[in-house]
């Protein structure tokens, strides 16, 4: 807390979640962008701001990505008494398994002594797989777990680096470029303003669903990220972020 008195990280938080009009903001020092194990930091920041969220028989749903991968790795925390259960917020997304929600949702569990249920279909489908897999009873139970989750963490992508880390299309591609999409999150595409100009379709959570949910933690840094952030945040669903130095000053700059 010293260290972060002097190195006015404190300010810089206290700035953000003004400026972005948020419950609360936690920021790590560094930039995930120069520095790969920031992302681990600030897994270990989400870590404890979930432990301070959980109450018994939460259900928390979880994306994929390498910054969602890194608060798994440094999730210790025994859960044992509290009944939680962990959901992937949404299908596969032909990400590397690591990094894929239904893995991470798996490890959250393992280190915290908790259940986990997982969602065998693909992040992309078309709409007639989509309308007959979720009437799938196991399919169902889950989609239905998902909806009610208490807590939500999620990350966030640049939005030209996610369209091309899942083989985008390219009549969707073109409606990522042309409509000036910043951001990414959910399978959403958001330009600068925090509008929805693409979406991919996908079995799981929905923007909308993000609404009754009462915790909703991003956590995104590296200095590549700024735009996306802010773009996400303005969507107005997003309850706390946790991010990094490079991020928080990129982003300060800009407003
Ligand atoms: C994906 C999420 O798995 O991770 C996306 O589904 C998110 O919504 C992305 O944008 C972020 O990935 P990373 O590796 O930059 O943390």
Not at 21 to 48: Q, T, Y
Request: charged share 20%; proline share 2%.
């Amino acid at each position: 807390e010293f260290m972060r008195e002097i190195s006015g990280l404190k300010v810089l938080e206290q700035k953000l979640k003004e400026t972005l009009n948020l419950e609360d903001v936690f920021i790590v020092s560094g930039d995930s962008d120069e520095s790969p194990w920031v992302k681990h930091e600030m897994g270990r920041a989400c870590v404890s701001c979930i432990r301070d969220r959980l109450a018994a028989n939460t259900i928390v749903a979880v994306t994929g990505g390498t910054t969602i991968a890194a608060v798994a790795d440094m999730m210790q925390l025994d859960c044992k008494n509290l009944h939680i259960t962990f959901v992937p917020a949404r299908g596969g997304i032909g990400e590397n398994v690591e990094n894929e929600a239904n893995t991470i949702c798996a490890k959250m569990a393992n280190h915290t002594n908790s259940d986990y249920r997982l969602l065998y279909v693909p992040d992309q489908v078309s709409s007639e797989v989509r309308d007959s897999i979720v009437t799938e009873p196991s399919v169902k139970t889950v989609l239905e777990m998902i909806r009610s989750a208490n807590l939500v963490i999620h990350g966030i992508g640049d939005a030209l680096t996610m369209a091309q880390r899942r083989n985008t299309p390219e009549t969707s591609w073109n409606t990522i470029v042309e409509g000036h999409a910043v951001g990414e999150a959910f399978g959403y595409y958001f330009d600068e303003h925090g509008h929805v100009v693409h979406k991919v379709l996908t079995v799981g959570m929905q923007l909308e669903d993000l609404q009754k949910i009462p915790h909703v933690i991003a956590v995104a840094g590296g200095s590549s990220k700024a735009k996306a952030i802010q773009a996400v945040i303005k969507q107005g669903h997003t309850s706390l972020l946790v991010t990094d130095e490079g991020a928080a000053r990129e982003l300060l700059k800009g407003i």
